[in-house]
């Protein structure tokens, strides 16, 4: 029982680390392609800023998304750890999947859908906290339009604010500043991002204290009154993978965003990660996991359509947007097998 226990422990913490590394090393696309296609960072630059200040988004800026996600989608009581290994399973088969054909996609749709797969094949879709669940979708289906309207209107006004600026001195100021929000659009991606490991292990750890206590008192103390928590080395665990995919990266993502969708230019890449970060840090700070994926996808495209509806590739946008729709049902049935094959092995 004892090697078998750590044995699931070590698994847990091992797959979690794998599912934010991916994680970091899709979305690092999402983080680089302004800044990089525009000339502002050179690569090996935009690897360093991007690491560094996801790491910092993730260790110093709490934890209300992984209490949203640890307690809000199920109760801790009523998951087993069959089901949160097959959500991962699920959720990263998928992620990988939809990287190997160079496709944006939503780790936190993937997850989502993983856990109600898994949790609706193993304890039967009444365990599953149905409200919270909408509000989150809510949430991940509204924060890309706001992107798109703001990336929209913020590139018409700086268009109005630089009109009198000779366009190589406009490009060149903001080239600068996009080093910024390349720093702050890291930052918000981390503590939002890195928190979705978190609730993972955090969950998995409660589950394990209430099946062998003297065993994990030697790494888990739960609070008094067995409240959802996250513990510091946990969130160093998460902070450190997402951190560590990032500094490999996700050109063939990058690509896709930086030039199929249109040709993006400083006063694109500027209002974009910009309004990616405020819509990124308002969610992270309310609680609420969001894809960064669509946020700054949707705010490209509406920065692009401020100069010319024309010049945006829509079909592109149309095919990024047919891959979010079918992930949250793709990795939720790929969970669901995985709970089948595993279920009594776990």
Same mark, same amino acid.
């Given at each position: 029982?004892? #090697?078998?226990?750590?044995?699931l422990?070590f698994? =847990?913490?091992?797959?979690?680390?794998?599912?934010?590394?991916?994680?970091?090393?899709?979305? +690092?696309?999402n983080?680089?392609?302004?800044?990089?296609?525009?000339?502002?960072?050179?690569?090996k630059?935009?690897?360093?800023?991007? #690491?560094? +200040?996801?790491?910092?988004?993730?260790?110093?800026l709490?934890?209300?998304?992984?209490?949203?996600?640890?307690?809000?989608?199920v109760?801790?009581?009523?998951?087993?750890?069959?089901?949160?290994?097959?959500? *991962?399973?699920?959720?990263?088969? %998928?992620?990988?999947?939809?990287?190997?054909?160079?496709?944006?996609?939503?780790?936190?749709? !993937? =997850? @989502?859908?993983? /856990?109600?797969?898994?949790?609706?094949?193993?304890?039967?879709?009444?365990?599953i906290?149905w409200?919270?669940?909408?509000?989150i979708?809510?949430? =991940?289906?509204?924060?890309?339009?706001?992107?798109?309207?703001?990336?929209?209107?913020?590139?018409? %006004?700086? #268009?109005?604010?630089?009109?009198?600026?000779?366009?190589?001195?406009?490009?060149?100021?903001?080239?600068? @500043?996009?080093? @910024?929000?390349?720093?702050? =659009?890291?930052?918000?991606?981390? &503590?939002?991002?890195?928190?979705?490991?978190?609730?993972?292990?955090?969950?998995?750890?409660?589950?394990?204290?209430?099946?062998?206590?003297?065993?994990?008192?030697?790494?888990?103390?739960?609070?008094?009154?067995?409240a959802?928590?996250?513990?510091?080395?946990?969130?160093?665990i998460c902070?450190? #993978? *997402?951190?560590?995919?990032?500094?490999?990266?996700?050109?063939?993502?990058?690509?896709?965003l930086?030039?199929?969708?249109?040709?993006?230019?400083?006063?694109?890449? /500027?209002?974009?990660? *910009?309004?990616?970060?405020?819509?990124?840090?308002?969610?992270?700070?309310?609680?609420?996991?969001?894809?960064?994926?669509?946020?700054?996808?949707?705010?490209?495209?509406?920065?692009?359509?401020?100069?010319? @509806?024309?010049?945006?590739? %829509?079909?592109?946008?149309?095919?990024?947007?047919?891959?979010?729709?079918?992930?949250?049902?793709? &990795?939720?049935?790929? !969970?669901?097998?995985? /709970?089948?094959?595993?279920?009594?092995?776990?």
């Amino acid at each position: 029982m004892g #090697s078998h226990f750590l044995i699931l422990i070590f698994s =847990l913490i091992l797959i979690v680390a794998l599912f934010e590394f991916v994680n970091g090393f899709n979305d +690092f696309a999402n983080m680089a392609v302004m800044p990089v296609i525009t000339g502002a960072i050179e690569p090996k630059e935009a690897i360093l800023i991007i #690491s560094v +200040f996801e790491f910092i988004g993730a260790w110093f800026l709490g934890t209300a998304v992984a209490q949203t996600l640890g307690k809000g989608i199920v109760n801790p009581h009523d998951i087993s750890i069959a089901m949160i290994f097959a959500a *991962l399973l699920g959720t990263i088969t %998928w992620d990988l999947g939809a990287w190997y054909f160079g496709m944006p996609f939503s780790a936190s749709h !993937s =997850l @989502i859908g993983g /856990f109600v797969g898994a949790i609706f094949i193993g304890a039967g879709p009444d365990k599953i906290q149905w409200r919270k669940v909408c509000e989150i979708l809510l949430i =991940l289906i509204l924060t890309p339009g706001i992107g798109l309207i703001a990336g929209h209107y913020i590139t018409k %006004w700086l #268009s109005l604010l630089f009109r009198n600026f000779k366009p190589t001195k406009a490009n060149n100021l903001l080239k600068r @500043i996009q080093i @910024i929000t390349s720093a702050t =659009l890291a930052m918000s991606y981390g &503590s939002n991002d890195a928190q979705k490991g978190m609730s993972i292990i955090s969950l998995g750890l409660i589950i394990f204290y209430r099946l062998s206590p003297k065993i994990m008192e030697r790494v888990y103390h739960p609070l008094p009154d067995r409240a959802f928590y996250v513990p510091k080395w946990v969130i160093l665990i998460c902070s450190l #993978s *997402l951190a560590l995919g990032s500094s490999i990266g996700g050109w063939r993502i990058m690509k896709t965003l930086g030039t199929k969708l249109f040709r993006i230019r400083p006063i694109h890449g /500027f209002s974009a990660q *910009l309004w990616s970060t405020v819509i990124i840090s308002i969610s992270s700070a309310l609680g609420f996991p969001v894809s960064t994926t669509q946020i700054v996808s949707s705010t490209i495209l509406g920065a692009g359509s401020a100069q010319s @509806i024309g010049r945006v590739r %829509w079909v592109m946008g149309k095919q990024i947007f047919f891959t979010w729709i079918i992930t949250m049902p793709g &990795s939720a049935i790929l !969970s669901a097998l995985f /709970f089948i094959l595993i279920k009594n092995w776990i």
